[in-house]
């Protein structure tokens, strides 16, 4: 046995690859267990192979050891629009709108990210590693979303989810009022989306009345096909909506047409917990630090303290900027949460575990468990304070950021 | 706007004695706090004692002798701090100079500003006791910015600072870079900008030589003209400038400016202050910060960086370094964050804080009233549930002038603090205005 153990031992050492590390810290935040005083955690291939106490995991020699005060998992970003909405804000690089029609779910995210962004390197050295990113909630139906690691020089590098949801908005930001414009109110807003949706419906009977027979296929129609996939509950509908009135028609539809809804903004989520809470919707909270102001005039810090006490699943979100600051950092939204009631361990897993499992991701991100992606973020204090630094960012065992921001 | 109910007669009773009443009547002692003078080294389990709005003594327990009528409110475990001096805000939903003009120096921020403007008091919420208000930078001058005690009040005179003659107290603002290039008469390149103010400078020129030419010969004296009257209080030095200015090169026009027509200047926002913090430590300009999540969102905010303020320091110009909100791009509320920011990228606590008030307060030529808690100044101070830098820290009291404008503890002012239902009402009522029976 003892000779067994020291020949794996030796092979292992000897094939060290360049996903293969260790991380030390004084505290190691799991998120799915306790907090950890002085563990490692191990990274073999890119996957955790181990976390716990210093005592308790051997550390293999030759392995590279990065040292911190806290680790933690690496961050996740519910909602954001980098990659796609570019630092400059110039034109050139604003590609999270297009004005041309008010329903576009065919825009694929994946057509659009630029993985070499300078927002996309700027939030990960925070930690972040993973960001649900796309169409800006600008538009009824502005597009696709994708899920991307904040590392590679393509979308192809960066991406592991092509198409996560598609990206609705209701209220203010999505209507264009003027003659000839439209959707001009609420109520057309949801007309035209009604309508979008009976579209894809009657385009589905008629693929599912066709069978194998291509004749009698209907014409290909991307807008459609990409309404069927919300339809065929493959991919969630994002709908962003801030009034109590805007988030009870999105309930509304979702009920009317069976899709999945994940509801974003949510800014007057706390007058219509309980319908939240009926219905069972997840929910991506504003930015604690978004402007309140507009549509979020009556937002709230102890949004996300009410949505945990109405056992509503939530997330927080960097959200979209149309201008200075072009992105916001999502552990700095988080901290202002936990200043405001939420406390550390709510607000650590409102940016982990459960980002992940709103994106479908839990079996793979959020937590530092064994089998998990190597992805960890690496602190010199307090992730949260103003004060504190960021001093590495791993993603499935590579060191994508090291320094000091 | 829709009236309601005149308030019983009780309530009204209830509001004139406010607890801002009574700390004009009896002295105030803060005792046990941890207290930040700024001017000094802190103290702790210290005593603030506050009369008539002004601070009469700061010091330890053993130090300061307590008057037999104070009301002694005990502050153990919590930090005092000096009212926090923002430098440039937007808040009071006032515009000044409007589209005819890029330079319009007669332009009065006094008669634009709600004073009833509910972002004062978020402003109070996040510990502004002094606020400069100014027009936006889409201006190479926006015209005349106002210095305000940040006190709730029936009039906007009852908030201004005043100069030495009475006159209500501000700088003027300026701008260059792309905010101010749009179709003419705006201009629309640098060295346009650069000529247009020139212009502006060496046309008040003149007509102060006509005015000196005249004497006390009324007769030969030039026309009123009150955009020459705006500059030429810039040109003596009575009103500072304001400018917004991000790039090295614009930050470096500047001083080219400052220097040709000797006017006082503080340089706003400075994204690229780290570039050039030698020539702007030589020159001895002061500097007022923002600190924003991320470069860009603009080309000329694109190499923020927060280490401006620590280059700056670095140079040995710490007094040289205050912030500001620019609300609304940040949030008035979180004023002390930027502080914590900049500490981050490298800045010493002691002008993080410094940065906030006393420095600010003397760039502002009110360094004799406000920005420290010293014996005599206005007694404007903070109590903080502890380290004014950390993010856990509540701003839990804010005092202007000796009265108390927020208290965490009120549901109401929370609700500004906080937000939350009703939150979004733009305009907010303060005790001064029950009596009036006027809804807000």
């Not at chain 1, 550390?59 to 806290?70: E, H, M, S, Y």
């Not at chain 1, 989810?161 to 930001?173: E, F, K, N, Q, R």
């Not at chain 2, 791009?329 to 490298?346: H, K, M, N, P, Y």
């Amino acid at each position: 046995m003892k000779l067994f153990q020291a020949l794996t031992f030796l092979v292992v050492a000897g094939v060290a690859r360049a996903q293969d590390l260790a991380v030390r810290a004084e505290r190691v935040h799991t998120v799915s267990g306790a907090v950890i005083e002085n563990g490692v955690v191990l990274v073999r291939g890119g996957k955790i192979a181990a976390v716990g106490k210093a005592a308790d995991v051997a550390v293999p020699a030759g392995l590279r050891v990065l040292t911190a005060k806290v680790a933690m998992p690496g961050l996740v970003d519910a909602h954001s629009v980098v990659g796609l909405a570019g630092y400059l804000n110039q034109p050139q690089d604003q590609d999270q709108k297009d004005p041309t029609a008010p329903i576009q779910p065919e825009l694929r995210a994946i057509d659009a990210y630029n993985a070499r962004e300078r927002l996309v390197e700027w939030v990960r050295g925070f930690g972040v590693t993973t960001i649900h990113t796309g169409h800006a909630p600008t538009a009824l139906i502005s597009g696709q979303t994708l899920v991307a690691k904040t590392r590679g020089d393509s979308v192809d590098e960066a991406v592991i989810v092509p198409c996560a949801m598609i990206a609705a908005t209701l209220g203010a930001d999505s209507r264009d009022e003027g003659p000839g414009k439209s959707p001009g109110t609420a109520a057309k807003q949801l007309a035209l989306l009604r309508e979008a949706f009976l579209g894809a419906q009657d385009h589905q009977k008629k693929l599912a009345a066709a069978g194998s027979d291509a004749s009698k296929k209907p014409d290909r129609d991307l807008r459609k096909e990409a309404l069927i996939e919300v339809l065929e509950k493959r991919v969630p509908l994002l709908v962003t909506a801030q009034r109590h009135q805007d988030i009870s028609s999105a309930l509304r539809l979702a009920k009317e047409f069976g899709f999945r809804l994940v509801l974003d903004g949510a800014s007057e989520a706390y007058v219509v917990l309980d319908e939240l809470a009926a219905a069972g919707v997840p929910v991506i909270a504003h930015a604690p630090m978004a402007r309140f102001a507009g549509e979020l005039e009556n937002a709230s810090r102890s949004t996300p303290l009410k949505l945990r006490d109405a056992r509503i699943p939530f997330a927080f979100q960097s959200g979209y900027e149309a201008y200075v600051p072009k992105t916001r950092v999502v552990l700095y939204e988080a901290a202002v949460a936990a200043a405001s009631g939420l406390g550390f361990d709510g607000a650590l897993r409102a940016i982990t575990l459960d980002a992940a499992r709103i994106l479908g991701l839990e079996k793979r991100l959020g937590s530092l468990e064994v089998g998990k992606d190597g992805d960890l973020a690496l602190y010199d204090g307090d992730p949260f304070e103003y004060t504190t630094h960021c001093i590495a960012t791993v993603i499935e065992g590579v060191v994508v950021f090291e320094g000091g921001r | 706007m829709a009236r309601m109910h005149r308030p019983p007669l009780a309530l009204l009773l209830v509001a004139a004695l406010a607890p801002s009443a009574l700390a004009q009547d009896a002295p105030h002692a803060f005792v046990g706090a941890r207290v930040l003078p700024i001017s000094g080294p802190a103290i702790d389990d210290g005593v603030l004692l506050v009369h008539h709005g002004k601070i009469e003594a700061v010091g330890t327990r053993a130090s300061v002798a307590l008057p037999a009528n104070a009301v002694v409110v005990d502050v153990k475990g919590k930090v005092l701090m000096p009212g926090l001096v923002d430098t440039h805000s937007h808040v009071g939903g006032g515009w000044g100079a409007d589209e005819s003009a890029p330079i319009q120096a007669s332009v009065r921020m006094l008669d634009a500003i709600d004073c009833r403007d509910a972002g004062f008091q978020r402003a109070q919420a996040g510990g502004i006791t002094t606020v400069n208000v100014m027009s936006g930078s889409g201006h190479l001058m926006g015209g005349q910015t106002l210095y305000l005690k940040n006190k709730d009040v029936r009039s906007i005179e009852e908030m201004c600072y005043r100069f030495a003659d009475g006159a209500p107290m501000g700088g003027m603002k300026m701008a260059n870079g792309t905010n101010s290039h749009r179709d003419p008469p705006f201009p629309g390149t640098r060295g346009k900008s650069a000529a247009l103010v020139r212009e502006s400078f060496v046309a008040a020129q003149e007509y102060e030589r006509k005015l000196r030419a005249a004497g006390t010969d009324e007769s030969k004296k030039p026309a009123r003209d009150l955009a020459m009257e705006g500059l030429l209080e810039v040109l003596s030095g009575r009103r500072i400038v304001h400018h917004h200015t991000h790039r090295h090169d614009d930050i470096l026009t500047v001083l080219r400016l400052a220097k040709e027509f000797n006017f006082r200047v503080v340089l706003h926002h400075v994204s690229e202050a780290w570039k050039v913090a030698s020539e702007i430590a030589a020159a001895k300009i002061p500097c007022s910060l923002i600190e924003i999540d991320s470069p860009g969102g603009k080309l000329e905010a694109a190499d923020f960086d927060s280490r401006s303020a620590a280059e700056l320091e670095k140079r040995g110009a710490p007094e040289l370094v205050a912030f500001h909100t620019d609300d609304w791009i940040t949030d008035s509320r979180l004023f002390l964050r930027s502080a914590g920011l900049a500490v981050r990228a490298g800045l010493s606590r002691e002008t993080a804080l410094a940065g906030l008030t006393l420095n600010p307060a003397r760039m502002f030529d009110l360094g004799d009233r406000v920005g420290s808690l010293e014996r005599g100044k206005d007694a404007d101070f903070l109590v903080l549930s502890g380290d004014p830098l950390s993010v856990y820290t509540t701003v839990e009291q804010t005092w202007a002038g000796g009265d108390k404008v927020f208290d965490h503890a009120d549901a109401k002012d929370r609700l500004w603090a906080e937000g939350g239902w009703g939150a979004g009402l733009r305009r907010a009522g303060a005790l001064c205005c029950l009596g009036d029976g006027e809804d807000r």
